[in-house]
């Protein structure tokens, strides 16, 4: 039978998905990329907000209509939406054939079994605590670079997140296991980079090992055949002056660093339970600056959070706009049931909190067209991804370019390129936020 599977959501719901097509590639089935040929579908789902949770409901009927239309005998639903509200789902979506939760992959090929012979639906929600680490994967990303997983859950408890009650507390893995199977995917897959997930990864051993373990992780995965290791996910109380030396002395680690920070007034980060100030954040990104001139920051922030004052919102304007971040997104607050910001007061009509993004996103796209149009004329190193046929070129990213997320440099070249190696490019337009160039 062949499976068909749609991943929705974050890079960390892919790699559950790369663990269940394993699963299933186990007991003998067969992948394919086209729905409408498939035998069983299964929808991995997001539910971290509104947005999210709409696009997993609508992409599940979307996936629906093949049980009419295509070869579909079996529609699963996995991952957040479904641990999060599978009682309502089985009620409101009954094309739906089995639910499970976010740590139930294991046992997908049995439960297959079981609805293919007794045509019953299933719905099994798992332990939110329940860890099935693994490192059998079927890589879904290019083969060039690959997501690695290194804890699951999260001990933060911010106001406004509803991770925790979908995916547990924070739990590493063992430090051997990340190791073993960052050389397995190098190995078998041939992967170049290594991009460095969890909820938080600064946290990384704490739980394990007594004290915080992702420097000697690092050390240790430097020692793995590949080219590059980038970070994502790292809160900013726990960023390190030992974890910003490793960054700047390294010759695999990328220049490049995740901090959500979600706000700069002091009120709100309270509110959100978030655990520093803007005098903190500030230092610390002059920290990252000054020791490692050539970094890139990426961040996020949460605008429209409830009690955010014009005066909240002006304070986190005028952060953005003196740090000049290299990468940054904006989210508008999303208010989730089950989280403690839901029963906040001052919640913001929707509308200023669009605008308030809106104005943001204005704000940042400037500073990145204009740190984009300083690269004219230079010549930067692009590591080589894929084909733009349409427009009859290469397409690649700078190290300080994360995959799926931030910008691209498209570029022509009159010599053999190959996925995935690294090339000198001269940088000869600005097209959008992306570049143009050239194979020096």
Excluded: W
């Excluded at 089995?98 to 079994?113: D, M, Q, S, W």
């Excluded at 946290?203 to 992780?217: A, N, T």
């Excluded at 409830?306 to 971040?325: A, H, I």
């Excluded at 910008?407 to 337009?429: C, D, M, Q, S």
């Amino acid at each position: 039978m062949k499976i068909g599977v749609i991943s929705l959501g974050c890079d960390k719901n892919r790699i559950d998905t790369e663990n269940m097509l394993a699963f299933m590639e186990q007991e003998g089935y067969t992948f394919t990329g086209d729905a409408s040929d498939a035998d069983i579908i299964v929808v991995n789902t997001c539910a971290f907000i509104d947005s999210a949770k709409q696009e997993s409901i609508d992409t599940i009927l979307e996936m629906s209509d093949y049980k009419q239309n295509g070869k579909c005998q079996c529609l699963i639903v996995s991952g957040c939406l479904s641990q999060r509200y599978m009682d309502s789902l089985v009620e409101e979506i009954p094309e739906v054939d089995i639910f499970v939760g976010t740590a139930n992959y294991r046992e997908l090929p049995t439960l297959i079994k079981d609805f293919v012979k007794n045509h019953s639906k299933i719905a099994i929600k798992n332990d939110i605590n329940k860890r099935d680490f693994t490192k059998s994967r079927v890589l879904t990303t290019p083969y060039h670079y690959a997501y690695l997983k290194i804890a699951e859950g999260c001990n933060n408890n911010c106001t406004y997140c509803a991770i925790p009650k979908i995916r547990g507390k924070f739990t590493s893995r063992p430090m051997e296991d990340i190791v073993s199977e960052a050389q397995d995917i190098v190995e078998k897959y041939g992967v170049k980079e290594l991009n460095i997930v969890a909820q938080d990864i600064t946290r990384y051993g704490k739980d394990l090992y007594g004290e915080l373990k992702l420097v000697e992780l690092l050390d240790r995965l430097e020692k793995v055949d590949c080219k590059f290791i980038r970070l994502l996910y790292c809160y900013p109380e726990l960023v390190t002056q030992e974890l910003i030396h490793k960054i700047a002395n390294s010759d695999k680690i990328v220049k490049y660093i995740d901090i959500p920070m979600q706000h700069a007034a002091d009120n709100i980060l309270k509110r959100m339970n978030r655990h520093v100030r803007q005098e903190f954040l500030q230092n610390l990104i002059d920290n990252l600056r000054n020791n490692i001139p050539n970094i890139a920051i990426r961040t996020t922030f949460i605008v429209g959070f409830p009690g955010e004052s014009e005066e909240d919102y002006k304070t986190l304007y005028e952060f953005v706009k003196r740090n000049r971040f290299d990468k940054c997104g904006f989210f508008a607050y999303s208010r989730e049931d089950g989280t403690a910001a839901y029963n906040f007061e001052n919640q913001i009509d929707e509308d200023i909190k669009q605008q308030r993004v809106s104005e943001l996103y204005e704000l940042q796209e400037g500073i990145m067209a204009e740190k984009a149009n300083s690269l004219i004329g230079k010549t930067v190193q692009v590591m080589y991804e894929e084909v733009d046929f349409d427009n009859q070129c290469f397409v690649g990213r700078m190290a300080e370019d994360a995959p799926e997320i931030d910008r691209l440099v498209y570029f022509t070249a009159t010599e053999p390129v190959e996925i995935g190696e690294v090339y000198n490019i001269k940088i000869t337009e600005r097209i959008g936020l992306d570049l143009k160039g050239e194979l020096v």
